[in-house]
């Protein structure tokens, strides 16, 4: 099965059909379209023209409480992947003693689509209940990215795992553009009032282009045969996996690093359109347009970033690779506090373009190249995928705590930097092999 070409291609392709959430819906029109409402509802409140309203003023009822718009969509995010964080695991461990990792792809494929779907019933005078599809739309998304990425060491030789990896996040960049600018011709050509039919088109590209993956992909590759009280054997194959995963020492010191730095990548991936609507000083009736053309600049580059950042990985390794695109991510971090036009915004855009993808991709092919020899692909990319939710929840609620305490959404994204400096740390002490300890 590994290196055959039709399956790689049918691997790939999920990532053209699921990278549209994290786009659309985690990065583009549903942030602005969020934005919007609540800003909306705001003005009604206190009774101004919303063309009058500062965003950083902008507060909206949630359980009893007046809350900013970005501290709610920040927390909401932080308990999805706590929720994930809890479940993947012991999932992942089913998966692996039954052999069902393709099933639980599709499961939480299906089940991310549909909450996508009912974004669709968006209402901002409803938060506490408008909310619930922004978190489970996330669960269904992550949860399905811990199958994915667990078929990679099965089908991509040691060496190919890179370049594969690059292409799995290539692939994804160039298939949400695509519907982002289909989203962006019925918005600006028809009407705003077409928003939430994106959210509709998101879940239905999502499902839709899954099926080629679904079709390729094999079932239950190493021909387990479950007994009946699979849920406890699952418990138990995971727990002897964790077992073995706590012998090794490369693996483990390279999730250390990977939980700091790609908890600030994923922080600022899923705040920065937050960010940039309340921080960037944009010209009257410009500020959407502007964040459209950033979000496309940070896509083309990401592309390109991951396709480069795979090239200089065969050079000079892995590990070097990312300390390089770590250390730029931080110097990045510290320059977002002191931007304030559009321009400077588009040259910071264009910096997290090239390292995001990048990053992204060497860090998932690393960590499938550290792997032991196993079958437990699922339960071994969990530990990956804990590190990385439990990550983002920190990183996440740091944010919108920062923001709340200094009441200045500047000094969260600079929290954020001490994430990235952690990183750093833990990757120079990433040992060149691996050692297995015996006790």
Same mark, same amino acid.
């Given at each position: ?60 009822p949630f359980f009893g409480y007046d809350v900013s718009p970005s501290v709610i969509y920040s927390m909401v995010i932080s308990i999805s992947f706590l929720l994930v964080s809890i479940i993947s ?255 400077? &915004? +588009?040259?910071?855009?264009?910096? $997290? %373009?090239? *390292?995001? /993808? ?8 690393? #960590? ?14 969990? &530990? +990956?995928?804990?590190?990385?939710? $439990? %990550?983002? *929840?920190? /990183? ?8 709340? #305490? ?34």
């Amino acid at each position: 099965m590994k290196g055959d070409k039709k399956i790689i291609k049918g691997w790939v392709m999920y990532d053209w059909a699921n990278s549209v959430y994290s786009l659309v819906i985690s990065t583009a029109i549903f942030p602005i379209f969020y934005e919007a409402q609540t800003k909306s509802i705001y003005a009604e409140q206190i009774g101004k023209p919303i063309d009058q309203i500062d965003a950083y003023d902008v507060t909206v009822p949630f359980f009893g409480y007046d809350v900013s718009p970005s501290v709610i969509y920040s927390m909401v995010i932080s308990i999805s992947f706590l929720l994930v964080s809890i479940i993947s695991p012991i999932l992942s461990g089913i998966a692996d003693y039954t052999g069902n990792k393709k099933k639980f792809l599709q499961f939480f494929c299906y089940f991310g689509s549909f909450f996508c779907m009912s974004l669709f019933f968006f209402d901002a005078n409803y938060m506490e209940l408008s909310m619930i599809p922004v978190m489970f739309a996330s669960i269904g998304f992550w949860c399905s990215l811990v199958f994915y990425n667990a078929f990679l060491p099965e089908i991509a030789p040691l060496e190919d795992q890179d370049d594969i990896s690059a292409r799995g996040f290539i692939m994804g960049y160039i298939g949400s553009i695509i519907l982002l600018l289909i989203c962006l011709g019925l918005i600006m050509g028809v009407g705003a009032h077409l928003t939430k039919y994106c959210f509709i088109l998101v879940g239905l590209w999502w499902i839709g282009f899954a099926q080629y993956t679904y079709r390729i992909l094999p079932d239950n590759p190493f021909r387990k045969k479950p007994e009946a009280d699979y849920i406890w054997k699952g418990y138990r194959e995971l727990k002897l996996v964790y077992k073995e995963f706590m012998k090794t020492t490369r693996l483990k010191k390279y999730l250390y690093a990977f939980f700091f730095f790609n908890s600030g990548v994923q922080t600022v991936m899923l705040l920065a359109t937050i960010f940039a609507s309340k921080a960037i000083e944009w010209p009257k009736g410009e500020g959407t347009t502007g964040l459209i053309i950033a979000i496309l600049l940070i896509q083309i580059l990401a592309a390109i970033g991951a396709k480069l950042m795979s090239n200089v990985s065969i050079k000079i390794g892995n590990i070097s690779t990312l300390k390089i695109s770590v250390f730029i991510w931080i110097i990045l971090c510290l320059g977002a506090y002191f931007i304030k036009t559009p321009v400077e &915004f +588009y040259i910071l855009a264009s910096f $997290v %373009g090239l *390292v995001m /993808g990048g990053i992204q991709s060497i860090a998932r092919s690393t #960590y499938s190249k550290y792997l032991p020899e196993t079958t437990d692909h699922a339960s071994y990319f969990s &530990f +990956y995928d804990v590190s990385e939710k $439990v %990550g983002i *929840v920190l /990183g996440t609620a740091f944010f919108a705590l920062t923001e709340y #305490y200094f009441d200045d959404i500047r000094y969260s994204v600079i929290s954020i930097a001490g994430f990235f400096v952690l990183g750093l740390f833990f990757l120079f002490r990433v040992p060149k092999e691996e050692k297995i300890l015996t006790s």
